[in-house]
């Protein structure tokens, strides 16, 4: 029983920092229904940037965590700004191909030596780890700050949505751009701001997956972020809670697969229960059924 606890723990663990990747494709595509496939590699960005932040540049880890998100935040505007708004009106599969252009050469401009690198990289943690005993159940000092730093940038995500004029801007774009502009919304201002905010959430995810699973390289965000899209797409495509509860479901699936079943099933089995839901229920399990406009 304390076993099956443990696995639960570690699966909320990975399935909080998938929320934060989720968060971004959601985000995205609810205002300009966009795939940005490149956002994983904005992830593994935020990695990079947070590992040399408190390896390299000696900032404390708080501080390493919040340059990656400002560095990656400007990445994502750039992203949008040069290889999305060009095409924001063309045929979607422009904007696809053009994400998957990105994504590629982000992965492989960072893979040069003067970059990054292509070798694999050892993160040495700025934490100690310290193990917790609470009634059977083993939890770490760094499984709390992951719980508590993804839960704090939950409840400010909600804030700016729900409580803010970027975030009433935001949802008013996602509804239509062209009302939206006749209302007196900058639309271009609202979407590169939407990429900035999901940008930096992916860093944020990027940085705690560092020290989390402490090994780090730039192909590292391909998996990752298909399963993060995998969760919005589980949860709801669009829908900010959706990508949340997809996201956990999809970590749980993965940790529990490898613990009691077999680690080379995990991925077959996660992927598996997507299609299953979507033979199911197409828009995901928060998704709404919405009519057709005439």
């Not at 422009?94 to 252009?101: P, V």
């Not at 050469?105 to 694999?120: A, C, M, N, R, V």
Request: glycine share 10%.
């Amino acid at each position: 029983m304390n076993h099956l606890l443990d696995q639960i723990i570690n699966g909320l663990q990975l399935g909080f920092m998938y929320a934060l990747i989720a968060l971004g494709y959601t985000m995205v595509y609810g205002v300009v229904k966009l795939i940005n496939f490149a956002h994983g590699d904005v992830f593994m960005v935020g990695a990079f940037v947070g590992y040399f932040g408190f390896t390299k540049w000696g900032l404390p880890f708080p501080l390493a965590i919040l340059t990656a998100m400002v560095v990656c935040s400007i990445l994502g505007v750039i992203i949008e700004r040069i290889a999305y708004r060009p095409l924001r009106y063309a045929p979607r599969i422009a904007a696809l191909i053009s994400a998957l252009g990105v994504s590629l050469f982000l992965e492989y401009f960072s893979s040069l030596k003067f970059i990054f690198g292509p070798d694999y990289r050892v993160v040495q943690s700025p934490l100690s780890v310290i193990k917790y005993n609470v009634l059977g159940l083993t939890i770490t000092n760094i499984q709390i700050i992951i719980f508590f730093t993804v839960l704090v940038m939950l409840a400010m995500l909600q804030l700016l949505i729900h409580h803010t004029k970027v975030g009433m801007a935001m949802r008013t774009v996602s509804v239509d751009h062209n009302a939206a502009r006749l209302m007196g919304v900058n639309v271009d201002n609202t979407i590169s701001a939407t990429f900035a905010i999901g940008s930096a959430l992916a860093a944020a995810g990027g940085v705690l997956y560092a020290v989390a699973y402490p090994q780090i390289h730039p192909f590292m965000g391909i998996m990752p972020g298909l399963k993060a899209f995998t969760a919005a797409v589980l949860g709801g495509i669009g829908i900010i809670p959706g990508a949340v509860l997809g996201a956990i479901i999809m970590g749980q699936v993965e940790t529990l697969t490898s613990a009691f079943l077999s680690s080379q099933a995990r991925d077959a089995i996660a992927f598996g229960i997507l299609i299953l839901v979507l033979l199911i229920r197409p828009t995901g399990i928060l998704g709404r059924n919405e009519p057709d406009k005439v």
